[in-house]
């Protein structure tokens, strides 16, 4: 299949990238710099010179793709406007041409907003923090759109070795700086590994019949002060953690709900791999319990691995979901 990929040399596009082409598909990935051309390359992909912000100049190609995995993000306060710009323009261009392609959009954990012990799958009605309700009004159309057969996936926190949902407190570490912790270190992040996350875009890819909305959590809701502990420990950096009101400039763009927003209570045994280099071999495969809806029991099953896809819980188990239990 050939695959247009936005945001590619991105934390999550990177691992994307690399699944895609380890079986058989045809990448090509926008790129602004010269640094994102090497890494595209290096990954086996094919560069397409562009920029988010001005989709003029590159979107015709998406006339000749046959799916397009949305993960770019811009992180600024235009970053909507930016988005859907880009995605008017991927339908403008598309016009008339006969049939539906592929649309892999990304949402987020976020867009679920406390649910404190109850846990959230698809059925869950959204609350967005205010800096990203616009995300669920673009998936939204996008689900209605004549132009994709879109899927919506939700990742939860993302990390891997060198950090990603983790990188702050593992800055912290290295420096042996004390790890603040914003609000309440009770609160529980779901948590998956990138490169599981990537098996789940490359799934949904490959299943185009399922359309709507996709949760994708490796692990059960970590308190944050146990992430942060760990960490600590495996960097011999101080254990000293306060729990800190967040700062201001993250209560005024509405980020200040980070880390309680969804309080997700997979049920499964498994084994974490924090960003510390550890991967000793885990003992166990994660296994579901939960019961997931009147579609229940179709499953898409992921090679090896007791992971699957359902097209109301659609929890994601794979291999590098676990290695050091805390």
Not at 215 to 228: H, L, W
């Amino acid at each position: 299949m050939r695959v247009l990929v936005l945001g590619g040399p991105g934390l999550i596009g990177v691992a994307v990238i690399r699944d895609l082409i380890k079986h058989c598909h045809k990448v090509l990935a926008l790129s602004r710099s010269t640094r994102s051309v090497a890494i595209l390359k290096a990954l086996g992909a094919s560069p397409l010179r562009g920029d988010l912000r001005a989709p003029d100049a590159w979107v015709q190609s998406v006339r000749r793709v046959d799916a397009v995995i949305q993960v770019a993000a811009t992180f600024t306060e235009d970053m909507g406007q930016v988005e859907s710009k880009a995605l008017k323009a991927m339908i403008q261009a598309l016009g008339r041409k006969d049939g539906k392609i592929r649309l892999i959009y990304t949402g987020g954990v976020w867009l679920y907003g406390a649910t404190g012990n109850s846990i959230a799958n698809e059925t869950t009605q959204f609350q967005p923090m205010p800096a990203l309700a616009w995300m669920v009004e673009t998936s939204e159309k996008l689900l209605h759109t004549q132009a994709f057969a879109t899927a919506v996936i939700h990742p939860a926190m993302v990390y891997h070795q060198v950090g990603g949902a983790f990188s702050r407190f593992i800055d912290c570490a290295k420096q042996h700086k004390q790890i603040e912790i914003w609000k309440d270190g009770a609160t529980r992040w779901p948590l998956i590994h990138r490169n599981d996350l990537a098996m789940a875009y490359r799934l949904l890819l490959e299943q185009p019949k399922l359309t709507g909305h996709f949760n994708a959590s490796a692990q059960i809701g970590v308190r944050v002060d146990t992430i942060a502990k760990t960490i600590a420990q495996n960097t011999a950096a101080p254990m000293v953690l306060r729990s800190y009101p967040p700062p201001l400039c993250v209560k005024n763009t509405g980020f200040g709900q980070t880390g309680q927003c969804w309080t997700s209570k997979w049920h499964h045994r498994g084994y974490k791999r924090f960003a510390t280099g550890n991967r000793p071999s885990p003992t166990s495969q994660p296994a579901c319990k939960q019961t997931y809806g009147r579609n229940h029991g179709k499953q898409i099953k992921i090679p090896h691995h007791r992971a699957f896809l359902t097209p109301k819980c659609r929890a994601l188990f794979g291999p590098n979901s676990g290695a050091k239990p805390v």
